[in-house]
């Protein structure tokens, strides 16, 4: 299985900040990546796929980058409402893995 | 609107069985590949099973091979997910969530159900 390391674990910042999130998988998995953010006591909610496609209505602070094997998130000015947990996933093949996911925080 | 909507979860002995369902509307069911995605409370989300638009590519995560059976009927626009041998360690909160891609064999999950609570404990 290929395994998605996923950094930092957590991270605090303050509203405007620009926050960047990083995964790496463990082969090269094309451009077959996903980010996924989440709330607390919701389900997951798709912001970006193919490392670099904004969901529908998914806001243009949010950005993804990358190619092969690593790849990153950015959120270029944070949001009150940006405060969450996010995960990043690979679908290049079976089984889809998960990153560890990155909580952020408000400072 | 596109929805799923998941029930069948519950409290459940170890060693036994509980099928899990998924119902889909407002696209056309058949046209894509759906996952299922569980998360212990608290923890990451961890992939389950996933099963391609006819039934004809289906995977499982090592942690449940064996054991669990996903399956779907698009007349009824549903899916499904036969539990069996319950393990402690398969408590968690379970999604089924569908691919983004038509017919697709590589696609990022773009809509999810609200969840099911499975617990398995004596």
């Known amino acids: 299985a290929i395994r998605i390391t996923q950094s930092p674990s957590s991270l605090s910042a303050s509203t405007g900040d620009r926050v960047t999130i990083t995964c790496r998988a463990s082969q090269g998995i094309s451009s077959y990546l996903a980010w996924y953010q989440q709330k607390p006591g919701k389900a997951p909610k798709l912001l970006i796929y193919?490392?670099?496609t904004l969901q529908s209505g998914v806001p243009s602070r949010f950005s993804g980058s990358g190619s092969g094997t690593d790849f990153t998130l950015t959120i270029s000015c944070l949001q009150s409402e940006d405060f969450a947990t996010y995960y990043c996933?690979?679908?290049?093949?079976?089984?889809?893995?998960f990153g560890q996911g990155t909580k952020v925080e408000i400072k | 609107e596109l929805q799923l909507v998941e029930s069948g979860g519950g409290l459940v002995q170890p060693g036994r069985s509980l099928r899990l369902s998924c119902a889909a509307s407002?696209?056309?069911?058949?046209?894509?590949?759906m996952h299922w995605v569980r998360q212990v409370p608290g923890k990451g989300l961890e992939w389950v099973s996933g099963?391609?638009?006819?039934?004809?590519?289906?995977d499982y995560a090592d942690s449940v091979k064996g054991r669990f059976t996903i399956s779907r009927d698009n007349a009824k626009n549903s899916l499904y997910l036969q539990m069996n041998s319950l393990r402690p360690e398969d408590t968690a909160f379970y999604y089924c969530?569908?691919?983004?891609?038509?017919?697709?064999?590589?696609?990022?999950?773009?809509?999810w159900g609200q969840g099911t609570t499975v617990t398995v404990s004596s």
């Open positions: 996933q690979q679908y290049y093949n079976y089984p889809r893995t």
């Open positions: 099963i391609n638009w006819n039934s004809g590519n289906i």
């Open positions: 193919a490392t670099s």
């Open positions: 969530a569908k691919d983004n891609t038509v017919a697709g064999t590589r696609g990022a999950m773009d809509v």
């Open positions: 407002g696209f056309t069911f058949d046209d894509y590949a």
